[in-house]
Antibody, heavy 122, light 109 residues
């Protein structure tokens, strides 16, 4: 059974850097075709894709946020970390991580974490 | 990259069929058969309902179906049920990134 869980601060100040961790089980990020992505959702608004890291360390970023995002993986710990610099109140959102498998359900996010709410405020 | 365009709301009576459109461009929906659809109930994480335009993951009701024509993908829910009331989002691969839709609230009358 695949599960993912996001963790990190619930409150950050403007201009600070946000670091979120996705801890997963039931799969390995060293398995060919597997990826973990990050998606966020401001309160009452739509989903927005942020970043994705693949088993081979290939990394993809949202073009509009690329300069602020870094995604990394620690295969031994079953974790994926997303950092976002220069946080602003508009970045207030629920942040989700999600599993993707190219060979099972290509380019889709089939299992999601519960999400973690991050508020940006001074 | 702009969000894919979806109607803000769609409604139907129990038992009816409804269709949600998802309009993109030739750089995303029009170029790849890699559109997925997600259902999200209030306060819950999204759930994958359709992938690769028209494929259903195991466990998803066959009342949900997907299609695509040109730059527009569609999700059809047949035999509408009360439990289908939720927000729905499309998502398309766009070459090196992904783009989600604006979201559609489905109301069961």
């Amino acid at each position: 059974q695949i599960t993912l869980k996001e963790s990190g601060p619930t409150l950050v100040k403007p201009t600070q850097t946000l670091t979120l961790t996705c801890t997963f089980s039931g799969f390995s990020l060293s398995t060919s075709g597997v990826g973990v992505g990050w998606i966020r959702q401001p309160p009452g608004k739509a989903l927005e894709w942020l970043a994705l890291i693949y088993w081979n360390d290939d990394k993809r970023y949202s073009p509009s946020l690329k300069s602020r995002l870094t995604i990394t993986k620690d295969t031994s710990k079953n974790q994926v970390v997303l950092t976002m610099t220069n946080m602003d109140p508009v970045d207030t959102a629920t942040y989700y991580c999600a599993h993707s498998s190219y060979y099972d359900r290509p380019n889709a996010f089939d299992i999601w974490g519960q999400g973690t709410m991050v508020t940006v405020s001074s | 990259q702009s969000a894919l365009t979806q109607p803000a709301s769609v409604s139907g009576s129990p038992g009816q069929s409804i269709t949600i459109s998802c309009t993109g461009t030739s750089s995303d929906v029009g170029s790849y058969n890699l559109v997925s659809w997600y259902q999200q109930h209030p306060g819950k994480a999204p759930k994958l309902m359709i992938y690769e335009v028209s494929k259903r993951p195991s466990g998803v009701s066959n009342r949900f179906s997907g299609s695509k024509s040109g730059n527009t993908a569609s999700l059809t829910i047949s035999g509408l049920q009360a439990e289908d009331e939720a927000d729905y989002y499309c998502c398309s691969y766009a070459g090196s990134n992904y783009v989600f839709g604006t979201g559609t609230k489905v109301t069961v009358l």
